[in-house]
């Protein structure tokens, strides 16, 4: 039988050490992103993962900030300083709408995570003028966000739900390779963006997946 988990919930200092992970994570995986974004425009997402890791890396340690909302916001602020590009800029906009959604609260968890996720695919839907089926970071985040939803309802605890939440932005990513591309240097491929992953749902995956990947840690020392 498995063991029963204690609930999981991110204070500020959480927050940062997730962000530390992302930073790895982004920049563990900038060349790969480079690569599948050289095939269908000029290659800069990779550049953009990789200073984007390092503003990451630099905020959570530099950051002093209680309010798990005002942290988040001050961050996507700091990702779009980073490098203002169109990618940047959405997830930023993801970044500082998520924070927008818990503002005032020191702790957050699995609901929390719901109302963040759901303000970031807001935000940069807002922000980008992008759908699901566009073949964007949407294709990886929407489905992340809404089976983090589904699990949450389910009464399921914060780890299953993350790693819920990290297959169906894998799969989302995955489903941008039969996509025609409609947004970004991309769009100007047309049907020969079909057969190439998108890059921008692959940063997300990546990102999804370290967040399941921390939950997992955090499950596990409060276990």
């Known amino acids: 039988m498995a063991a029963i988990m204690s609930a999981v ?11 530390r992970d992302m930073a790895v994570t982004l920049q563990a995986h900038s060349e790969e992103i480079r690569e599948l974004d ?26 002093d900030e209680a309010d798990v909302g005002k942290l988040l916001m001050q961050c996507g602020l700091a990702v779009n300083r980073s490098n203002p590009s169109t990618f940047g800029t959405l997830l930023a906009s993801g970044f500082m ?12 968890g699995l609901a929390d ?3 963040m996720g759901a ?25 992340a966000v809404a089976e983090l939803s589904a699990e949450a309802r ?11 939440a990290a297959r169906a932005a894998e799969q989302g990513m995955k489903a941008t390779i039969a996509m025609v591309a409609k947004c970004g240097r991309a ?5 020969r963006s079909v057969g190439v992953q998108d890059g921008g749902a692959t940063a997300i995956f990546y990102l999804v997946k370290a967040f399941a990947d921390f939950v997992d840690k955090e499950s596990q020392s409060t276990g």
Do not use: C, H
């Open 154 to 164: 389910k009464g399921s605890d914060e780890r299953a739900a993350a790693r819920a």
């Open 119 to 143: 303000g970031a695919v807001d935000g940069i839907q807002n922000r980008g003028k992008a759908s699901v089926g566009d073949k964007t970071m949407l294709d990886a985040l929407a489905p």
């Open 187 to 191: 769009r100007a491929f047309q049907e």
């Open 9 to 19: 919930a991110f204070d500020s200092p959480a927050l940062k050490r997730l962000l």
């Open 113 to 115: 995570w719901v109302e």
């Open 38 to 63: 050289a095939k269908v425009g000029d290659g800069d997402l990779g550049i953009t993962v990789g200073l984007m890791g390092n503003a990451l890396a630099e905020f959570a340690e530099t950051a």
């Open 97 to 108: 709408a998520g924070g927008k959604a818990v503002m005032g609260k020191t702790s957050v």
